[in-house]
């Protein structure tokens, strides 16, 4: 910055040394001063370049189809195809919402956040991700475990849109219209449905504090987290237009719901139907899901829920357990599939890189065995590749490695996989 300058026909700028008149006039600061010119170049530089990034909302992109939408979530999770058609609708009918709020009708459209219902590593947290990505919104995820009411040791609730702020560099309008994902929701059930005498400040309570956030209010929000930062000054965001997404496992509500569809339903709909939907309406979530398919907001306020925060989520998508044939395309057909990233870690190297029929095989029923999802996938691959990715970089130097080979024995014996060699051509 210029060393602000002072001669006889009055004040400067500080950063062009330009005179103070009546089309520029100086502002002034402490022991400093900035003109008009000055503060409009400071605005476009700040702004410019966030308003070339496509934000929905803003005229820049248009609103994609539930088809298309569906469409380009098939590119990056395999199956659930259910759960993506119901996820799709819900959220373009949440942002053509955003998009007609300037349109003039009696007709107030409510928000419809949703909850994810399905086992650990079946893609909830892709989804949410995804979506984000396809409408170029801010995304942020939070872990519902490590939330607790005001004044209690852990993070306050606030903090789920402190982090969709960072997300978005703390451009406020942005933030208001992006997706907020809070993880592992059903760990703040309470532990029956009768309220409890003592105080909960991990459960029920953050579900109480959660609600105001979720159902839209203008929250005022510690940029940097409350506790560690007190003397901060607070953002006003609102947070009406702002999707919120959770998921769980729900481990066990397939015996919560069996008992509505059982003979113990009270009401017209038994045995074969929930009010939910039925095997007739939708056949393929039923052969597919199970009891999960007929999960009502009833079940999860039976499962320790508090009815208040389950009437703020009225889309629920059930995704099913993943079985061999999807762990198979998992592993191979997404645009970010594992395999798809350690072959073209090795093509760095000038290296290629392949793997046997049965080793994939081997692959997928290892990770079926460890029944935590796609993530096992991951997790058998690093574990096979580690040795051979330290080892890949020394012997291209080396002895000119041009193939690897990866074959069932390297996973279930521990061996090496086959190396092939080129020789060096000689020097002239």
């Known amino acids: 910055m210029k060393k602000r300058v002072k001669d006889d026909f009055g004040k400067t ?6 005179r103070e008149n009546i089309g520029n006039y100086l502002i002034h600061g402490k022991n400093a001063y900035i003109c008009v010119n000055c503060v409009k170049l400071l605005y476009e530089s700040i702004f410019k370049a966030r308003e070339k990034q496509p934000a929905f909302g803003a005229g820049h992109i248009e609103l994609p189809l539930p088809a298309e939408i569906k469409s380009q979530l098939d ?5 659930q195809d259910y759960a993506k058609k119901v996820i799709s609708v819900a959220v373009y009918n949440h942002y053509k919402r955003i998009v007609s709020a ?4 009696e007709v107030e459209i409510e928000k419809s956040n949703i909850i994810l219902i399905g086992p650990t590593g079946s893609g909830k947290t892709l989804i949410a991700k995804t979506l984000a990505n396809i409408l170029h919104v801010p995304f942020a995820i939070s872990d519902a475990t490590t939330l607790t ?7 306050d609730v606030e903090n789920v ?7 978005c560099d703390y451009n406020i309008g942005e933030a208001e219209k992006g997706i907020v994902y809070i993880d592992e929701i059903d760990k703040i059930s309470r532990l029956s449905e009768n309220r409890s005498i003592t105080r909960d400040v991990s459960g029920e309570g953050v579900q109480q504090a959660l609600l105001r956030l979720v159902e839209g209010t203008i929250a005022n929000i510690p940029p940097y987290g409350g506790r560690k930062h007190p003397e901060q ?5 609102n947070t009406s237009n702002v999707l919120f997404i959770c998921g769980g496992t729900f481990d066990g509500i397939e015996g919560i719901i069996e008992k509505h569809m059982g003979k113990n339903t009270l009401g017209f709909m038994k045995n074969k139907q929930s009010s939910g939907f039925s095997h007739e309406i939708y056949p393929d979530a039923s052969n597919s899901l199970g009891a999960r398919a007929f999960v009502e907001q009833d079940d999860l306020v039976k499962y320790g829920m508090i009815p208040e925060f389950v009437g703020r989520f009225p889309i629920i998508a059930p995704l099913q357990d993943l079985d061999k044939e999807t762990m198979k395309k998992i592993l191979l057909e997404p645009k970010n599939a594992v395999l798809k990233q350690y072959k073209e870690l090795a093509k760095i190297e000038n290296v290629e890189l392949s793997f046997t029929d049965d080793a994939i095989e081997e692959v997928c029923d290892m990770a079926v065995k460890k029944k935590i999802g796609a993530r096992g996938l991951r997790s058998i691959i690093e574990q096979t590749m580690l040795d051979i990715m330290f080892d890949i970089p020394n012997l291209k130097k080396n002895k000119n490695l041009k193939r690897c080979l990866i074959t069932k024995d390297v996973l279930t014996k521990k061996t090496a996989p086959v190396y092939s060699f080129t020789r060096k051509a000689s020097s002239q």
């Open 13 to 18: 700028c500080s950063f062009c040394n330009s």
């Open 75 to 79: 590119e990056y999770v395999i199956g």
């Open 102 to 105: 300037m349109r003039e009708s």
């Open 149 to 155: 009411e005001a004044g209690y040791v852990g993070e």
């Open 161 to 167: 849109i402190t982090r969709l702020l960072q997300a």
């Open 233 to 237: 000054q607070f953002l006003p965001v």
